[in-house]
Nanobody, 125 residues
């Protein structure tokens, strides 16, 4: 699966931004897409994920309540709406996809075999 991410940029703290990731195809109901991020000097961390079949969404504690992941089935595209952005959200954001995933694996980067190019999000204070 090829992934194309877009939507990064420079914003101020408190602003909103929406990232998008288009997948070249979607396999079945357990197809999952996710966002991870990596800040300078830090390891890549899970941000949010969605499993297409039931539309179940998963979030890291650091973004829960501020970020919303959603899927556009017709376009095989997942969006990450980021509100109330903080300087600590600054990172390169990567989208990822897995053909079949269950809830226990959504937060692990090793569960995903396909990755898009990163898109930089910079939040100034």
């Amino acid at each position: 699966v090829q992934l194309q991410a877009s939507g990064g940029g420079l914003v101020q703290a408190g602003d909103s931004l929406r990232l998008s990731c288009a997948a070249s195809k979607r396999t079945d109901s357990r197809f999952a897409m996710a966002w991870f991020r990596q800040a300078p000097g830090k390891e890549r961390e899970f941000v949010a994920a969605i499993i297409w079949g039931g539309g179940s969404a998963y979030y890291s504690d650091s973004v829960k309540g501020r970020f919303t992941i959603s899927g556009d089935r017709a376009r095989n595209t997942v969006h990450l709406q980021m509100n109330s952005l903080k300087p600590e959200d600054t990172a390169v954001y990567y989208c990822a996809a897995a053909p079949r995933l269950i809830a226990s694996g959504v937060r692990l980067s090793s569960s995903y075999g396909d990755w898009g190019q990163g898109t930089l999000v910079t939040v100034s204070s």
